[in-house]
């Protein structure tokens, strides 16, 4: 499978990346050459073989469904590029 | 005492213990050889302050007898660590002056063993290279030179790069790294230093900037094997804020250095035997064998018959994890920001401002593999792969192989600019033989194996069986014995 020009931007939007006009040719052949690469995975008999989702076979740990944390508000927006309050400023959403 | 950098970090923690040389003038030494070799550009963010305090408390607590493991031992921590108070990059331009609120668990763990941290060291973009060129921060020189070839820059690895160049060039005695499809072994095998990779679940990846989950480790790079045991044992270890993170006692990694290997089965994969791979790498695999057999392992050849669709399986779960992981970087909670019209635009160019090319190409491959219509046949056949990749070595070592002997590298290191410039994958190959231990979540250590006739490292590649670095560390330990005497670089790059 190989991309064309619309599936980059396409593509781009999806990663919510901005591309130039003058990009997308130069994109469209690197990311293609990537996809001839994995292109060999098409010839492996996976039939029947279940997808490896966990590195080592690991039961999913559990603990109390309790607070374990909190009270850091100043502390999660001490990085903020922009901030007002105890809230994250983002350009306006709704009209 | 003559420089102390000269020392292994098992010697200066004895040096320390037996009080013949301090804590503070150890970090001082490593300051001071910090501040001459900044033609190497490992370090992003040096905190001297930081590391001199760490050492005065150290040497107090010496003097109490109250000493802890790494007590005033000077280290580099990789820029993908958070470190509380202090900038933590990813070498990326997009998290601008982020600084963590919070420390990492690894690095955390050193700290509570009594380690001084030297500072942030360089990596390729978020962990994405081979060859340190990625880094918003510019690239890392090798402290080595390729012989008669003095003007070329030689990479040092990548993405640990900052890590390996650090330790070759006596920076610090050791240095933290991660490694995702082989960051810690390449750049140790381009090096001359010893990587270790431990079992996926073995460290926490609490506070360890995610490229790739699910393959993701974190581990040590040192000069000597016995470092990087005195190291992982630190490193290692349950936590809870890590729910992959393994709940199993850590062993004394340093009791298996020099540890008999009398009657261990070596296999030798017959399919890393690759199209065109150069006689020198492997006549080094052969000696790499041979030294293993004179201490007594026997060498068996297997068969990993799924070897060569790794690098590809990688090339789709990699990215696809990352385009995951890396959604998080918006304009909103962090970082940098560009303006734009409305919100999306806002992420768009946020986002395009603050990653560089590779990460870019990554991001997109991987939101494409993931995208409707795409997912089962990229995603989900690679996951699939992926499974039969770790049957092979679960086959392998089922047949009673107790460790998987191969070369660390396809090449020695390459000069700047030289490779990947035309075609990404030309980079991506350099991988080849580190991969399938991530895809499998295997253990992995890179040990020198000697110089080639460039004048630069070459390594070997042990590979173990799940939590059993401690036969990788007797194995590797068995080869830097047997390893004729390397002669190092000569600090060239040194101010004086």
Known sequence: MSVDSATVRRIAHLSRIAIEDSEVERLRGELNAILAFVETLSEVDVDGIEPLTSALPMQMKKRADVVTDGGIVDDILANAPLREDHYFVVPKVIE | MSDPTHLSLAEARDALKSKRLSAVELTQAHIDAIEKSRALNCFITETPERALAQALESDLRIARGESRPLEGLPLGIKDLYCSKGVRTTAASRILDDFTPTYESTVSANLLRDGAATLGKLNLDEFAMGSSNETSAFGPVVSPWRRAGDPDAKIVPGGSSGGSSAAVAAHLCLGATATDTGGSIRQPAAFTGTVGVKPTYGRCSRWGIVAFASSLDQAGPITRTVRDAAIMLGSMAGHDPKDTTSVDAPVPDYEAAVGASVKGRRIGVPKEYRIDGMSAEIAALWDVGAAWLKDAGAEIVEISLPHTRYALPTYYIIAPAEASSN?????????????????????????????????????????????????????????????????????????????????????????AQGEKGAADPVEMYLNDVFTVTVNMAGLPGVAVPGGLAANGLPLGLQLIGRPFDEETLFSLAAAIEQAVPKIERPRPWWRES
């Open chain 2, 326 to 414: 890396l959604a998080r970087y918006d304009g909103v909670r962090y970082g940098r920001r560009e303006q734009g019209r409305d919100v999306t635009d806002m992420y768009e160019k946020t986002r395009a401002t603050g990653f560089g090319s590779e990460v870019r190409r990554r991001i997109m491959i991987g939101t494409y593999v993931l995208s409707a219509g795409y997912y089962d046949a990229y995603y989900v056949r690679a996951q699939k792969v992926r499974s039969l990749i770790k049957r092979d070595f679960d086959e392998a070592f089922a047949s009673g192989v107790d460790a998987v002997l191969t070369p660390a590298t396809p090449s020695t290191a390459f």
